[in-house]
């Protein structure tokens, strides 16, 4: 069975640029979700992709946005970096339609640094 | 909205010590409880997790979490901690057919020798 993984591992922009963060789920599964982790602080969730399309969203700017492809993988796009945007950006993935709570499981993540 | 308070941000213990670290939520509805681990330089990994039932919950690595309702809380336990328990630990909340996670900040435990 295939973990979670995510590229690039590190990445560092400067502000105004845009970034592409990419996501290949776990076998079997069909459902993405993004969260974004601040130094210090915990997860806080961006969005979710189920059948490529986005199923829920956290309290983030229209300029963070997804896409879910066929294969269930996935892109987050970050438009007009700032300098808040620098964090651990995380990838998690589960199988949606198991009861009242699909398990989700981590990637390790990607650590975007803007300057 | 809901939210998830972590009451202690870092926490140092030597081995054979007992831990409980405090986690606490607000949301009045039916939820579900996580407890996370981040060991160094690898990803987050579930450690326990209550959906009903029995209010103790057992988890890995000798990891146990008491959930009381009327408190709104889900303290972590381990009666003897051991170095390679050094770690991020994160207390996480769902509302019941959501998948969206709440996290907590976070509580920094390190062991010593």
């Known amino acids: 069975e295939t973990g979670v993984t995510q590229s690039p591992t590190h990445l560092i922009k400067t502000r105004g640029q845009q970034v592409t963060l990419r996501c290949s789920s776990q076998s079997g599964h069909n459902t993405v979700s993004w969260y974004q982790q601040a130094l210090g602080q915990g997860p806080q969730f961006i969005f979710q992709?189920?059948?490529?399309?986005?199923?829920g969203r956290g309290n983030f700017p229209p300029r963070f946005s997804g896409l879910q492809f066929p294969n269930y993988s996935s892109e987050l796009n970050v438009n007009a970096l700032e300098l808040d945007d620098s964090a651990l950006y995380l990838c998690a993935s589960s199988l949606y339609g198991q009861g009242t709570y699909n398990e989700q499981f981590f990637g390790p993540g990607t650590r975007l640094t803007v300057l | 909205a809901q939210s998830v308070s972590q009451h202690n941000h870092h926490v140092i213990l030597s081995e054979a010590a007992s831990l409980e670290l405090g986690c606490n939520y607000s949301?009045?509805?039916?939820?579900?409880l996580f407890w996370y681990v981040q060991y160094p330089g690898q990803h987050l990994q579930l450690l326990l997790k209550y959906f009903s039932g029995d209010p103790l919950v057992k988890g890995i690595k000798g990891f146990e979490a008491e959930f009381i309702k009327s408190k709104f809380s889900f303290n972590l336990r381990k009666p003897s901690v051991q170095w390679s328990d050094t770690a991020e630990y994160f207390c996480?909340?769902?509302?019941?057919?959501?998948?969206?996670?709440?996290f907590g900040t976070g509580t920094r435990l390190q062991v010593f020798p």
């Open positions: 996480a909340v769902n509302a019941q057919y959501t998948d969206k996670l709440i």
């Open positions: 949301y009045g509805g039916t939820v579900n």
């Open positions: 992709y189920y059948r490529e399309e986005e199923n």
